[in-house]
């Protein structure tokens, strides 16, 4: 049969083209509509794609979209861009084919959607931290955070996070929730992912060995920036606290406090001494007026004649790190190559046979310091007018430590107390972000205060005041804790002692809160106060020279000297103890 053909009295014009049609004033035939990019783009996801192409895409888009602050710090120390552009090339290199790689054990054709949208939010959540408070994505980051309750979450949470994951999450979202897998049977599929994770390692390999003279000294000089790879560095970290200990063998406990025994003083002692150890939480030294700090953040210390130490380092920069660390007989370079756990300064205080407790103000707890002696949660004995106004929820001021402490210590054993009495008190302190909740509102003095935990929305004087505020709290804390000494000290013999477990950054070079890890810290993280108040009682049964301690307040200490040095003051003796290490050995008398 033949094909047909136009029949000859057609009219010409209605055959022709739409335009040509037009422009010779016949008939015309109706365009098609050209499509909105986005209806377009939309029609391109809902073809179907393997899942190695989307693993591919998603870890160009997220290398693109979700290391801002990698970016910016890599433009920082380059300072121009022929410097940092580079860097910024072969970083981005290798974050693409090292999410690839991670991603390649997910790229799988079935329910593999929720999966990859899960590492997408983390990633947006990763970034919205590190972009909000500079934090880097390190083991030690991830464990405060998967031991943070809920209300520390309550402080970092906000519309900004919202806002900062949806920029991140929403455009995939909708791409996954449009895109249609192709689907493959198993073994088909794994050797193409297995292909696929070869050749991205092998791909990620050969870029750094490529620009290794760059790469090395630069991540040499800026360790940090390994820990905002996002979100490689976050999946890093978070297995390396949670896979890790799986496959470690079990610590046994090593004990340290067989031989601990009261010392001389103790045989005719006149009145058991009464020793009040606080913990503080995230105060700077430069921050505390007795320093020489321009603001008047410590009246109430100054006016009670305390000893200030102007030269002490912490041994972490995060409450998990330090308050371990603190009381352990190690050091900090033993502390942290340790392969076992060691008793620490509470068991020796009270094998040797004194009176110990452990107060707490911190959701936190006390990190296992306190697990084998008295301890508890000072919300616990409060009643419901003193939880109106100290507390909100589970969270409470400060001021709540000293509610009902007579009442706590009569509880324990008589015959401890009547040799000695320690008692640690663990603050909330300035605590951050929410600084503005770490003072009442007759404290306040320095504002405007910021009054959001998202820091960014406040101004740097702003970020300031809150937290100054919160050491003038801490400061009026300790004057009560003075006080209330002060009032026992014809019962017992009375000293307080007062350090921080951190410091804290305050936006200085970019750095908000705590937690950057020690080696490359800012030394606003690492420097802590320290400061001291003995009764006349305990000045002379430990034969305190006054003017030799004030003579010592430079010297450099650290949290290493705390175990030794509380040990010397109470008198306790145990083979554990280092007089090299005791702060206060020197301004002893001799007997």
Known sequence: MKASTPALNADPLALAPGPLAAELGGPTRPEPTALPLWRRFDQWLARPQSA????????????????????????????????YMPSIALMAWLMVTGTVALLSFFAWSRAMKPIWLVVVIVAGIAQHY??????????????????????EVGDLLGWRLLVDVLLV???????????????????????????????????????????????????????????ELNPLATFYSAAMVVVKPMFQRSRKLIPMSAGAALGASYAAQARPPLFVLVVGETARADHFSLNGYARETTPNLAARQVLSWRDVHSCGTNTLASVPCMFSPLGKAAFESRKDDYENLMDVLQASGLAVFWLDNQPGGCKGVCDRIPHASAITALGADAKRSLCDGDECLDDALLVGLDARLEALSPERRSKGVVLVMHQMGSHGPAYYKRSSPDVKRFKPECTTNALAECSHAELINGFDNSIAYTDRFLGKTIDWLKLRATQYDPAMLYLSDHGESLGEYGLFLHGVPYAFAPEVQKHIPMVAWFGDGMRGRRSLSQTCMEKSLDAPLTHDNLYHTVLGLMDVKSPSYDRSLDALATCRKPG
């Open 52 to 83: 190695r192409r989307i693993v591919i895409l998603l870890s160009v888009y997220l290398a693109l979209t979700a290391n801002w602050t990698l970016w910016q710090d890599l433009a920082r120390i380059g300072g121009a861009p022929s410097v």
């Open 130 to 151: 590190m972009l909000s408070y500079r934090a880097v994505m390190d083991p030690t980051m991830l464990a405060n955070a998967m031991q943070t309750d809920a209300h």
């Open 169 to 227: 999450a929403a455009l995939p979202a909708w791409a996954l929730w449009r895109v249609q897998v192709v689907r493959m049977r198993f073994l088909s599929e794994l050797w193409r992912n297995a292909l696929l994770l070869v050749a991205a390692v092998a791909l990620a390999a050969g870029g750094g060995l490529a620009m290794n003279r760059e790469l090395a000294p630069l991540m040499r000089n800026h360790v940090h920036l390994r820990y």
